[in-house]
């Protein structure tokens, strides 16, 4: 296991006073167990990094959750600045047992902050607490449709403000309108998501605000979660996943990704 998947485990479960019950911090253990999911997540993150390369780049994980994506960014790239800030209140997450998420936040972040130097904050969704071009950029792991879509244009139009002339902006795990993943959890009553996006309607979102597309790929064909039966068969997962990447089965691929260019 990798160090900082390490710390982030010791971490949560020494923070977790709620154990039995299904809580913020049991939920992150739950996904850092998935050894598919944080295969992704470091192969996003390398995506990332190839951007950085050992310059000094002030980058911005917008709805950070845990800080897993800045933590992992952060140890691909010594040189660059990470900052990450979430919402107060997350209004995607309907679940009472998720009521102290942000208090839950801070107790880990403040342990990852002394481990990785990395700033944290909580912010209120009207503004973005930095100045207009602050970031060369910006990544947003799975939060798009955590957003209510009348709050999204506004929420964009900051991201623009605060990222540089040509600064980039990474958009990672829009869950899509075709995915059966979607389909088959919302039938078994597994967890699910209420705003799923088409692949057009998400490109036109990006393309209203003019964010130029560099690049737009699908990824996870396969099921990540949950980890205690994904990983049993991780020897077959991991390479029907990229199978079927390469197959037509492709069209019902769980995320769109894009990486996107502030151009004015
Ligand atoms: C599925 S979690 C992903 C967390 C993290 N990026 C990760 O990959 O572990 C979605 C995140 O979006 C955040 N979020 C929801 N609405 C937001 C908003 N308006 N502004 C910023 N973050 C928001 C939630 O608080 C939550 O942390």
């Not at 739950?30 to 000094?56: E, P, T």
């Not at 933590?71 to 995607?92: E, G, M, P, Q, V």
């Amino acid at each position: 296991m990798k160090n900082e998947i390490k710390v982030i485990l010791d971490t949560v479960r020494t923070l977790n006073k709620k154990k039995e019950i299904w809580s913020y911090l049991t939920s992150i253990e739950y996904m850092v167990k998935s050894k598919l999911y944080v295969d992704s997540i470091y192969y996003d993150a390398s995506k990332v990094a190839q951007h950085i390369s050992g310059k000094s780049y002030k980058v911005l994980d917008f709805g950070t959750g845990s800080g897993i994506f800045a933590i992992i960014l952060r140890n691909l790239n010594k040189n660059a600045k990470i900052c990450a800030i979430d919402t107060y209140h997350d209004k995607s997450q309907k679940d009472p047992n998720f009521k102290d998420t942000s208090s839950e936040q801070k107790l880990i972040w403040n342990e990852f902050n002394k481990v990785f130097k990395i700033d944290f904050t909580h912010y209120d969704e009207l503004s973005i607490p930095f100045p207009d071009n602050t970031f060369d950029i910006i990544t947003a792991y799975a939060v798009i449709e955590h957003i209510e879509p009348r709050e999204l244009d506004k929420i964009l139009n900051e991201l623009k403000r605060v990222l540089k002339k040509d600064g980039l902006f990474f958009v990672f795990k829009t869950p899509r309108k075709l995915a059966y993943a979607e389909r088959l959890a919302g039938l078994m009553r597994l967890g699910c998501h209420d705003i799923l996006y088409g692949d057009l309607e998400v490109k036109s979102i990006f393309l209203k605000h003019h964010f130029d597309i560099l690049s737009n790929w699908k990824s996870n064909m396969v099921f990540e979660f949950p980890g205690i039966i994904t990983n049993l068969f991780y020897p077959i997962l991991k390479p029907l996943d990229s199978l079927l990447y390469y197959s037509p089965f492709r069209i019902f691929a769980h995320h769109n990704n894009f990486v996107l260019r502030k151009h004015f």
